[in-house]
């Protein structure tokens, strides 16, 4: 699909991280932008600085989302790029100190990362397959897995489980929409410099850079963004998760 201006789309998390890449840079390629994201001041304030529009959202909520779809389609039309980056990453062990993982946590964060993909994707989805085609393809879904998904470390037993449920969404839901001219991809980033990251200290970042084969960096979120707009554009990707991640595998902690 052509990045053509006046192309609709919908960025979940888009307030911070890698959904504020994905939507800035999209936002300069002429497509209108719809963040759907929980902190209003935040993503008020960013939408204004890069020419979006704001739609608070719980993506774990199907009326908060169809809610959100109908406010940014009724400015925008019917989105035709959705990028889920949406997403929680607590760190609990399975038993810490005799005690089991907190089920509410495993539970909010499956909710967040897996049950939020989805249910933005399959609304999304079902006001794609409506639309007429743009050339060959009517939309294009893209999720946020995690090479977590693969290397889940200690303490990522909640987070590592959501994002594997991403990579296993990606490719029957890619199929299921096949027909109707619209793709679904998954993007797999390794340590990327998001404020998860860049609030942990200089000495950590440091470390966690050095494990990374090559470049020996954190992910620039520019990086994630850009190969999300290769997707978009890319009209033979489709089903499948792509790991960014200059080659980390993740060790058991």
């Known amino acids: 699909m052509k990045l053509e201006s006046g192309t609709s789309a919908v960025v979940t998390g888009g307030a911070s991280g890698l959904g504020a890449a994905v939507a800035a840079a999209?936002?300069?390629?002429?497509?209108?932008?719809?963040?759907?994201?929980?902190?209003?001041?935040k993503g008020t304030g960013y939408a204004a600085e890069i020419?979006?529009?704001?739609?608070?959202?719980?993506?774990?909520?199907?009326?908060?989302?169809?809610?959100?779809?109908?406010?940014?389609r009724a400015a925008h039309g019917?989105?035709?790029?959705?990028?889920?980056?949406?997403g929680i990453a607590p760190a609990a062990k399975t038993v810490s100190r005799g005690l089991a993982?907190?089920?509410?946590?495993?539970?909010?964060?499956i909710n967040i990362n897996l049950v939020g993909s989805f249910n933005v994707a399959s609304q999304s989805a079902a006001g794609m397959v409506t639309a007429e085609p743009i050339g060959e393809e009517r939309g294009v879904i893209?999720?946020?897995?995690?090479?977590?998904?693969?290397?889940?470390?200690?303490g990522q037993t909640a987070y590592a489980a959501s994002k594997g449920g991403i990579v296993g969404l990606t490719l029957p839901m890619a199929r299921d929409l096949a027909r109707d001219g619209v793709r679904v991809m998954a993007i797999a980033p390794g340590i990327f410099g998001t404020p998860m990251v860049t609030a942990m200290s200089q000495e950590i970042q440091d470390g966690l850079a050095a494990g990374i084969p090559f470049p020996s960096r954190l992910g620039d979120p520019a990086e994630y963004a850009a190969l999300?707009?290769?997707?978009?554009?890319?009209?033979?990707?489709?089903?499948?998760?792509i790991r960014l991640d200059?080659?980390?595998?993740?060790t058991m902690r």
């Open 26 to 41: 999209l936002c300069a390629q002429g497509i209108k932008v719809a963040l759907l994201d929980r902190d209003v001041d």
């Open 51 to 72: 020419g979006a529009l704001f739609c608070e959202t719980d993506v774990t909520d199907a009326a908060s989302v169809s809610a959100a779809l109908e406010q940014a």
């Open 78 to 86: 019917q989105e035709r790029i959705c990028v889920n980056c949406a």
């Open 101 to 109: 993982h907190d089920l509410a946590l495993f539970q909010k964060t």
């Open 142 to 154: 893209i999720h946020t897995a995690s090479i977590a998904a693969y290397e889940g470390q200690m």
């Open 228 to 241: 999300a707009l290769h997707i978009i554009e890319n009209a033979f990707l489709n089903g499948t998760v």
């Open 246 to 250: 200059g080659a980390t595998r993740l």
